[in-house]
T-cell receptor
Framework: RKEVEQDPGPFNVPEGATVAFNCTYS??????FFWYRQDCRKEPKLLMS???SGNEDGRFTAQLNRASQYISLLIRDSKLSDSATYLC????????????FGSGTRLSIRP | DTGVSQDPRHKITKRGQNVTFRCDPI?????LYWYRQTLGQGPEFLTY????????KSRLLSDRFSAERPKGSFSTLEIQRTEQGDSAMYLC????????????FGPGTRLTVL
């Protein structure tokens, strides 16, 4: 079993739609979680951190469910510019631990 | 530019040759990571340094791979006797020592082994 698993997609949704991605992780001792965005042939960039209480940044909402060991990302009112690959990232039991990426979920927003 | 830089950006080599990549992290970042990414996959962890100490290595890192960070600043990743399966994007990221801080990635080195 992979340490971090994501639905690879692709998700193809119309502009303005709401879309949600889930990601599961295997190490119950994991302490911190992130969503990164990666555009085609570019390096990953931080989209948002994921906090235990859930957090929101504009149209983006991230949730963490420790009991079920998954995190989610919700994008509301999607824009064409949201088309990208979204990477789920899990840090281990301490911030000195390695950081593991999921394989990414591809999102394509159509006009 | 004060971000993470990597050199070269592209490398084409013949099977069996050795290659070396360089990463210059953000200057105040103590932590440095190397990843490998192939098409359609997320970055796969290779190794991690805190200052000059290599704290963790992936099982993916065969004996042909070696990484160094001799003075705790820039890092090099060497691949000996390259194989076609080594073709990938090699990403470097750095991170400050603060707890749970984000990683900042360089633009990557794209390796093609013919």
């Amino acid at each position: 079993r992979k340490e971090v698993e994501q639905d690879p997609g692709p998700f193809n949704v119309p502009e303005g739609a709401t879309v949600a991605f889930n990601c599961t992780y295997s190490n119950s001792a994991s302490q911190s979680f992130f969503w990164y965005r990666q555009d085609c042939r570019k390096e990953p960039k931080l989209l948002m951190s994921v906090y235990s209480s859930g957090n929101e940044d504009g149209r983006f909402t991230a949730q963490l469910n420790r009991a079920s060991q998954y995190i989610s990302l919700l994008i509301r009112d999607s824009k064409l510019s949201d088309s990208a690959t979204y990477l789920c990232v899990v840090n281990g039991y301490s911030s000195a631990s390695k950081i593991i990426f999921g394989s990414g979920t591809r999102l394509s927003i159509r006009p | 530019d004060t971000g993470v830089s990597q050199d070269p950006r592209h490398k084409i080599t013949k099977r069996g040759q050795n290659v070396t990549f360089r990463c210059d992290p953000i200057s105040e970042h103590n932590r440095l990571y190397w990843y490998r990414q192939t098409l359609g996959q997320g970055p796969e962890f290779l190794t991690y340094f805190q200052n000059e100490a290599q704290l963790e290595k992936s099982r993916l890192l065969s004996d042909r791979f070696s990484a160094e960070r001799p003075k705790g600043s820039f890092s090099t990743l060497e691949i000996q006797r390259t194989e076609q399966g080594d073709s990938a994007m090699y990403l470097c990221a750095s991170r400050p020592l603060e707890e749970w801080s984000e990683q900042f990635f360089g633009p990557g080195t794209r390796l093609t082994v013919l």
